[in-house]
T-cell receptor, first 116, second 112 residues
Framework: AQKITQTQPGMFVQEKEAVTLDCTYDTSDPSYGLFWYKQPSSGEMIFLIYQGSYDQQNATEGRYSLNFQKARKSANLVISASQLGDSAMYFCAMRGDTGANSKLTFGKGITLSVRP | ETGVTQTPRHLVMGMTNKKSLKCEQHLGHNAMYWYKQSAKKPLELMFVYSLEERVENNSVPSRFSPECPNSSHLFLHLHTLQPEDSALYLC???????????FGPGTRLTVT
């Protein structure tokens, strides 16, 4: 089985500052992928960033970077230079390679509010 | 249109009604998914179709009936629903073997 844990309460950040959203995971698969999705109030889940478990470097996509610490089983999302449009729910997810773990498993999500 | 589209965006139905949710993907993908997102709960995978065949059914009640007539379209037929079925229903698609899934905007369903 695999599990994603997101325990932060609602997060607030000042516009133009950086913010870190926490995610820890658990899996028995030797190979897996970690994802972050953004869900604005409109409901659509927007893919942000992907990190493979064997990737040597932390993933980056524009203002998004993933702080991957394999030994600690954490995959935190860092958003730099926050913008008002970043206010949304953020979901961490993972997908393994074997059997039931080969489907996406999501965490409960974190609400981020960006203050002007 | 591009990406994944879903219709209707909002649906209110009584417990005795029959309705269908529609999903269409314009990405050339060969796998499609239905998810349920209830308030304060993680997304729950309901069904997976790969190459138009259902490959996963996560113990979903029979009042939800999926249909995948081709690789671009996915339906979720609803009948005799319960108020606890009220949720956001999200469709997603991916290319088989790829990690990344692309989601539609969802259908907000309210069962009265």
């Amino acid at each position: 089985a695999q599990k994603i844990t997101q325990t932060q309460p609602g997060m607030f950040v000042q516009e133009k500052e950086a913010v870190t959203l926490d995610c820890t995971y658990d899996t028995s698969d030797p190979s897996y992928g970690l994802f972050w999705y953004k869900q604005p109030s409109s409901g659509e889940m927007i893919f942000l960033i992907y990190q493979g478990s064997y990737d040597q470097q932390n993933a980056t996509e524009g203002r998004y970077s993933l702080n991957f610490q394999k030994a600690r089983k954490s995959a935190n999302l860092v958003i730099s230079a926050s913008q008002l449009g970043d206010s949304a729910m953020y979901f961490c997810a993972m997908r393994g390679d074997t059997g039931a773990n080969s489907k996406l498993t999501f965490g409960k999500g974190i609400t981020l509010s960006v203050r002007p | 249109e591009t990406g994944v589209t879903q219709t209707p965006r909002h649906l209110v139905m009584g417990m005795t009604n029959k309705k269908s949710l529609k999903c269409e993907q314009h990405l050339g993908h060969n796998a499609m998914y239905w998810y349920k997102q209830s308030a304060k709960k993680p997304l729950e995978l309901m069904f997976v179709y790969s190459l138009e065949e259902r490959v996963e059914n996560n113990s979903v009640p029979s009042r939800f009936s999926p249909e995948c007539p081709n690789s671009s379209h996915l339906f979720l037929h609803l009948h005799t629903l319960q108020p606890e079925d009220s949720a956001l229903y999200l469709c997603a698609s991916s290319q088989q073997g790829s990690y990344e899934q692309y989601f539609g905007p969802g259908t907000r369903l309210t069962v009265t």
